[in-house]
């Protein structure tokens, strides 16, 4: 990422898939990663090490590698699942400003905590999921459902509904199910008009 490129981006400002980090303070360092776990949970995103919240490019003081190698160690040592190969950290000069830029890959196969927390990026806000929060991701992602927007859900795959009264049983193949507001699960038994569960 060249100079141009980083102006154009803090241009945009911060959003659901960009964070902002004034310093290399420790805790600068700490938000940046819990914004970096939120995003690897959600839809992706960059963290911008240098920049203060209103846009303006502070940069870096002191040694640029070994603060790569410090956010690196953290990056190895402080998730699980580990996301090495879902990130890439590198560093970019802007006139007297140096700016460190950590890219981050989604991935929605896996719930991934930092420092046992896990978190999720709302607008621009990073955020901590309760228990329950979690306890609901995690039953999402075992059923393959998919929140693709906010309180919409897709399912794709192998489908399988059962019938909780009569013992229907449909076996389909690869289909997209589509529900605004709750998971896809109310569907009705064309046997008895029971609900459905699908799997």
């Not at 141009?4 to 990663?33: A, P, Y």
């Not at 009705?188 to 799997?199: M, T």
Request: aromatic share 6%; hydrophobic share 30%; with cysteine.
């Amino acid at each position: 990422m060249d100079c141009n490129d980083l102006t154009e981006l803090i241009e945009r400002g911060e959003s659901t898939n960009l964070e902002f980090k004034e310093g290399s303070s420790t805790s600068s360092l700490e938000d940046g990663l819990k914004s970096a776990c939120a995003f690897v949970n959600t839809e992706g995103g960059i963290v911008l090490f240098g920049v203060n919240d209103r846009g303006d490019k502070s940069g870096i003081t002191g040694n640029i590698d070994e603060l790569k190698q410090k956010i690196s160690n953290k990056i190895k040592n402080g998730f699980i699942p580990n996301i090495t190969d879902l990130v890439y950290l590198d560093s970019t000069t802007c006139g007297a400003s140096t700016i460190i830029f950590l890219r981050v890959e989604k991935n929605d196969t896996a719930i991934y905590t930092y420092k046992d927390h896990v978190y999720k990026r709302v607008g621009s806000t990073t955020v901590r999921l309760t228990l329950d929060e979690v306890i609901r991701l995690r039953k999402k992602l075992e059923s393959g459902i998919k929140e693709i927007a906010p309180n919409i859900y897709s399912k794709t795959g192998p489908s399988v509904k059962k019938c909780q009264n009569c013992g229907y049983q449909s076996i389909s193949g690869f289909e997209s199910i589509l529900s605004i507001g709750a998971p896809p699960s109310d569907k009705k038994c064309p046997e008895c008009g029971g609900k459905l569960e699908i799997s």
